[in-house]
Each structure stands twice: as C-alpha cells, then as structure tokens.
C-alpha cells in the first residue's frame, strides 16, 4: 500500500517537472520584453522597416527570409549578420546566404536602439521584430514577437549549407528538413507561404527550364505557358537576373502563392512539390481560398519559428553591433 502511495506521489511530481519544464522553455521569451528597459524598441523597428520598404518594396522579403535563415542555422541568434573575419568565413557568405538582403536595414535599427537605449536591444530580437513588420508592411498580419533573445558569437558558413533546405527538394525531404527542426508538415506548407514576396535568382530553378531530365527537357510539373516565360526571362546559363515568386503581386503578402501553386505556377521544385502529397495539396487549397487561416497558421509558425535555439539569460551577448561580435 505505502509503495504504491509513494508511485503515485513520485509520478505527479514527474508530472509537476515535466510541465514546469515546460513552462519555463515557453517563458524563455516574453511579448513585450522591452517594455521597461527600452520602450521605444518594437517602433524603433517598425519606422526603420516602414522608411525601407517605403523606398524599396522588396525589402520586406530580404527581412522575412533573414530571420528564416537566421533561426534554421544554429537558432534565432543573429549569427548571420556576421561578417567574416580573415579567420573565418561566416553564415552569410555561405552560398545559400549571398543572396541574402536587408542587412543595412538591421544596422540602422541597431544604431537608433543603441543611441536610445545602450546595450539593451539584441540583434536576434531586431531581426524578428523586422521579419514581423516586413509582413505586415507588405500587406500581411501583423503578430505579437516574444522577444528576449541574446546574440550568438559563432558563425560559419558550413553550418549554413548543411541547415538550409535546398529548392530542389521534394516532398519528403522537404518534410524531414523542417521535421529536423521540430516543425509538422503543416508548419512547413504555412511557412513556405512566404515566398509570396520576394525575387529568386535564375540559377534557383533554372534545372526546371533546360535539360530537365532523360525522358523531359522542362519540368513536366510546371505550367507550360510559365516555362516560356521564365525560358525568355533566364536565358540558359544566366545566374544573375531575378524574376518575382508571385508574378502577380510580387511585393504583396497575400494568398497568390498558393494560387499559384494551384496552376503549377510555383517556381521552385520545393515549392510545386507541395502539391504532391494529399494533405499538403488540401492545405494548399485551403490557404489559397481563405487568406484568414493562412495569416493566422503562418504568424504561429513564425512565432514558434522564432524560439529555435534561442539564447536568454546569461548565454551569449547583446551585441552593439550586429556585424561583429564584442571585442
Ligand atoms: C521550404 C523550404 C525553402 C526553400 C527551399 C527556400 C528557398 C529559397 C530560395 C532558393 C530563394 C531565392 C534565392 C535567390 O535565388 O536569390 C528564396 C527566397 C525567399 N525565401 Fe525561401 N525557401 C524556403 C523556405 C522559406 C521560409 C520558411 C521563409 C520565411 C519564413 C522563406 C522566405 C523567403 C523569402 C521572403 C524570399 C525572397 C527573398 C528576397 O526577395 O530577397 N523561405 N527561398
């Protein structure tokens, strides 16, 4: 009798960890963690964003991305603002990364918060303030950012290549890439949602248009008509022109992309191949006929997108300036 009682108190005290472990992990980060030590800090962000986009729309994607690409590759922690040093080759000049942009926009945000409030603001929390803006400048929802993030101090270009999912995947591996990170397939097709802004380099997809494969020249998966036009836009062997993802409303954050996806329009294998599986195509759908559901799954997955690995309390450091760590 008494073993049994003493069973029954060790597995609610199992029980009373297990969710105060939890509790603890989603308290790491807290909406409106400037609120008192730097109050200016989320519109500092925003003016910075609205002043950038304002003067070039596309800004909002090259944001949107770098958080993305920030929080795949060792977690939300700035470390692709990085420069390289003579001794190491950083994140952002990896190959998946050149054509990453927005940074002067970070630095600028960075420069007024430490004016205004010195050593408090990091610049991972900047770069999720900024991807959140971009969003809702560009059209989209805007989404309460837990913040609270410190800066990393590591950054190398080998990590990047090996996080990042390329645009040749298919399906699966396109599942267990973001399945590695924690994320359902579902999250996956939210957060892909994304490349509804933004531009992509010829040399992205350009397998798709010339020599395909032995049995196909093009992609069978893509709309003819768009093989044509993309053939005239990338000319074979092209890598520097830039074509939109959503042609039809490049610089909006809206459903087009998966409309687009709908008429095989999507640009990227990574992209098409979500119509390919039963239950990302139903999602597919979904979103392309109720813009509602897809802002509100995509600010979610952004959010938990957001807590990859982050670095709070005495980890890491509050950079002052985002391209260098502390000396
Ligand atoms: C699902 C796997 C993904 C793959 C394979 C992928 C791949 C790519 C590639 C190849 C480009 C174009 C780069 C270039 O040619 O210049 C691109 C652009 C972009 N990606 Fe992704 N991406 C993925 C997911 C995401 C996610 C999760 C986000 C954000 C939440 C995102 C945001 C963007 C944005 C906004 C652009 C346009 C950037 C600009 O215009 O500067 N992507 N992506």
Known sequence: MAIEKRGK?????????????LWRSNAQLQVGYYDTSCPAAEIIVQQEVSKAVNANPGI????????????????????????????????????PNTSLRGFEVIDNAKARLEEACFGVVSCA????????????????QSYPVPSGRRDGIVSTS???????????????????????????QSEM???????????????????????????????PNMDPGYVSQLQQQCPQGNTSTVVPMDPSSPNSFDTGYFNDLLNNRGLFTSDQTLTSNQSSAGQVILYANNSDVFFSDFSKAM?????????????????SNCRVING
């Open 9 to 21: 108190a060790t597995l609610l005290l199992l029980v009373c960890a297990f969710w105060m472990g």
């Open 60 to 95: 909002a994607a090259g944001l949107l991305r770098l958080h993305f690409h920030d929080c795949f590759v060792r977690g939300c922690d700035a470390s692709v603002l990085l420069d390289s040093t003579t001794n190491n080759t950083a994140e952002k000049d990896a190959p």
């Open 125 to 140: 929390d900047i770069l999720a303030f900024a991807a959140r803006d971009g969003v809702a400048q560009a059209g989209g």
């Open 158 to 184: 080998q990590e990047a290549l090996g996080n990042l999912p390329p645009p040749s995947a298919e399906i699966n591996q396109m599942t267990q890439a973001f399945a590695n990170k924690g994320f359902t």
């Open 189 to 219: 097709v939210a957060l892909s949602g994304a490349h509804t802004i933004g531009l992509a380099h010829c040399s992205s997809f350009s397998n798709r248009l010339y020599n395909y494969g032995p049995t196909a020249s093009q992609d």
């Open 303 to 319: 959010v938990k997108m957001g807590y990859m690995e982050v670095l709070t309390g005495s980890l890491g450091e509050i950079r």
